[in-house]
């Protein structure tokens, strides 16, 4: 999911050319922007690894308290809520900035597909 996501990224950043100019203005603190886009390229992947610790988590859980198999899924109800998750995450993104829409619900719908039907899947 990190890497689609750094996808994704670069390609609202690249469309966005008064983004770049910002970022290139700000200052790091001495760091040059190649070694900023490394770190960030590295607390992004970071960052979604432990956001899927935590659903993992979440989904030993759900399935331990309301076992029940649907839509493709061997955890409904644990499914359900990451799709809700997902619709209102990219509803909420999509009604403040516009011209993210695109980008905001392929993001949205990795997220469902990855944390929603994969995970529950490879858990088992």
């Known amino acids: 999911m990190g890497v689609f996501f750094l996808g994704v990224a670069g390609v609202v950043l690249i469309s966005r050319s008064e983004a ?5 203005n700000v200052s790091f603190r001495g760091m040059s922007t190649v070694r ?3 770190f960030g390229a590295m607390a992004t992947v970071i960052v979604w690894t432990l956001i899927g610790a935590m659903l993992g988590l979440i989904h030993y859980a759900v399935a331990m308290t309301i076992p029940g198999k649907g839509i493709g899924s061997p955890t409904a109800s644990y499914t359900i809520g ?3 998750l997902s619709f ?3 509803l909420i993104a ?3 900035r516009r011209e993210y829409a ?3 619900i392929a993001i949205g719908m990795g997220f469902a597909i990855v944390f929603g039907w994969l995970l529950p899947w490879l858990a088992y």
Do not use: D, E
């Not at 770049?20 to 290139?24: G, H, K, T």
């Open 88 to 90: 209102g995450f990219s």
């Open 82 to 84: 990451i799709v809700a």
């Open 36 to 38: 900023a886009s490394v």
């Open 94 to 96: 999509n009604l403040h």
């Open 20 to 24: 770049v100019i910002r970022l290139a």
């Open 102 to 104: 695109k980008p905001t």
